[in-house]
C-alpha cells in the first residue's frame, strides 16, 4: 500500500494554530481553479462538470454585510455556546475520548469549538482533524486509512455545521457503510453536529434553525481555507482532496473573531447546558428525515423537479446565495434578524424573497432550476422573479 500523505496545518495553511486542527487535505492553493458563478452553475446543471471539480470565485462581503455578521455574532454567541455545550456532553457521553474529525469546511470551526467545549468543561485535550466529503462523491478514503492509521476508528466522531436536508448525513452513512463492507477499517456512521433543523442526526446541539455567524462568510470565518475539491486532474489515488488557502485574504480574516466569542460565552451558559443536558439526553432523539420530506414537497410544489436544488436551512440559503445562482428564496413569514443578511444578499442579486406560512424552515434557498447565462438576465446576476 503507498505511502500515505502528510496533513497541513497552520501558519503553513490556514489561519487556524496546528493545535487546535489539522487539514487531511492536498493544498492547491497555487493552482487557478476558481470560475464565475454563472459558468460552474450552467456546467454543473448540463452535467459538463461536478460542483466539486472547480471552486466558485470567494465573496468579499461589502462593509455593510461584514456588519451584519459583526451584529449577528454579538446577538447569537450565547445561543451558539449553548448548543456547542450540549452537542460535545452528547458526544462525551457516548465517546469520553473521541478523535474529533470534521467535515469541511462548515464543521472545522464548529469542531474547533467542541474541542475548546472539551477542553473548559472537563480539562480534556482531543485531537481533531478536517477531512473533505463530497455529495456524489463520496469521502475521501485516503484521509480514513490515514485516520485508522493513527486511532482507533472507533473513537472517531464526525461533527459537522449543520444539517440541511440530510445528503451529507447520507452520503456519510453509505461511505463509511462501503468502506467496512470492503474490508476496510469500521468507522461509526454517526454525525455530531451544531443544529440539526433537518432533523436527521440524534447528537445535535439545537434542532432550531437559526442564523449560525460561521455560514454568514465563506473562507474568512473558516480558517481562510477553500471548499474542498475533488479533481482528478490533479488529485491522485493516494492524496487527500485538495483545497485552497487564501492567505492573500488575512486583512478580512474574522476566523478567530468567531471563536473567541463563542468561547467567551462557555462561563454564561455552563449552568444553562448543565440543566438542559439531562432532559435532552433521555429525549427520543432518534431521527425523523422531516426535512427531508419537506424538500420533496417544495420541489413538487415549484416544479423544480430536482432536489438538489433546494437548499433548506439558514446556513444553506446563504451558501446558495453566495456560491450559486439562486433562483427565489422562500421565507417563514415573520422571520427576523435571523434573516437580515440573507435579505441584503438577496437584494444584491437581485432575487426575489418569498414569505411563506408554515415553512418548517427559516429559509429555504431554491436555485435556478434550468439555468443557462441567458436566464440571470442582462447584468449576469439577477434572475427574474417569474422565471
Not at 158 to 172: H, M, N, Q, S
Not at 193 to 207: K, S, W, Y
Not at 220 to 241: C, Q
Amino acid at each position: 500500500m503507498s505511502a500515505l500523505p502528510a496533513p497541513l496545518a497552520g501558519p503553513a495553511f490556514s489561519s487556524y494554530s496546528a493545535e487546535e486542527v489539522t487539514w487531511l487535505l492536498t493544498d492547491l492553493s497555487t493552482v487557478d481553479l476558481e470560475a464565475p458563478t454563472e459558468e460552474r452553475e450552467e456546467a454543473i446543471q448540463s452535467g459538463g462538470a461536478h460542483y466539486a471539480e472547480s471552486l466558485p470565485v470567494e465573496y468579499q462581503p461589502s462593509a455593510q454585510y461584514q456588519e451584519l455578521f459583526r451584529q449577528a455574532l454579538a446577538v447569537s454567541a450565547g445561543r451558539v455556546a449553548h448548543a456547542v455545550g450540549l452537542v460535545t456532553e452528547l458526544v462525551l457521553s457516548e465517546k469520553p475520548r473521541p478523535v474529533l474529525v470534521s467535515l469541511a469546511r462548515a464543521g472545522t470551526p464548529i469542531g474547533i469549538l467542541m474541542r475548546r467545549w472539551a477542553a473548559y468543561a472537563h480539562g480534556l485535550s482531543l485531537p481533531h482533524h478536517t477531512i473533505s466529503i463530497v455529495r456524489g462523491r463520496g469521502i475521501d478514503t485516503v484521509a480514513l486509512r490515514w485516520l485508522a492509521e493513527n486511532y482507533d476508528p472507533a473513537s472517531v466522531m464526525f461533527v459537522d455545521g449543520w444539517t440541511g436536508k440530510g445528503a451529507i448525513t447520507r452520503e456519510l452513512a453509505a461511505a463509511v457503510r462501503t468502506l467496512a463492507d470492503a474490508g476496510g477499517p469500521v468507522f461509526s456512521e454517526k454525525l455530531a453536529v451544531l443544529a440539526d433543523p433537518g432533523t436527521c442526526v440524534d447528537l445535535f446541539g439545537t434542532r432550531e434553525d437559526y442564523l449560525i455567524p460561521s455560514a454568514c462568510l465563506n473562507s474568512t470565518v473558516s480558517g481562510l481555507v477553500s471548499r474542498t475539491v475533488l479533481n482528478r486532474d490533479l488529485i491522485g489515488p493516494n492524496d487527500f482532496h485538495g483545497a485552497k488557502f487564501y492567505s492573500q485574504l488575512m486583512p478580512a480574516d474574522v476566523s478567530g473573531d468567531f471563536l473567541d466569542a463563542i468561547s467567551a460565552e462557555f462561563p454564561a451558559v455552563a449552568e444553562q447546558v448543565a440543566a438542559d443536558l439531562p432532559a435532552l439526553s433521555t429525549s427520543d432523539r432518534s431521527p425523523t428525515w422531516a426535512g427531508w420530506a419537506a424538500v420533496e414537497a417544495i420541489s413538487a410544489e415549484f416544479g423544480i423537479g430536482e432536489t438538489t436544488l433546494v437548499k433548506p436551512g439558514v446556513g444553506e440559503t446563504t451558501r446558495v446565495l453566495l456560491r450559486r445562482v439562486p433562483w427565489r428564496i422562500l421565507a417563514r413569514r415573520g422571520a427576523g434578524d435571523d434573516l437580515a443578511h440573507v435579505r441584503l444578499l438577496a437584494a444584491q442579486r437581485g432575487v426575489q424573497v418569498v414569505e411563506v406560512d408554515d415553512l418548517p424552515y427559516t429559509c429555504v434557498g431554491l436555485i435556478h432550476p434550468q439555468f443557462t447565462r441567458g436566464a440571470t438576465g442582462g447584468s449576469g446576476t439577477a434572475v427574474g422573479a417569474t422565471a
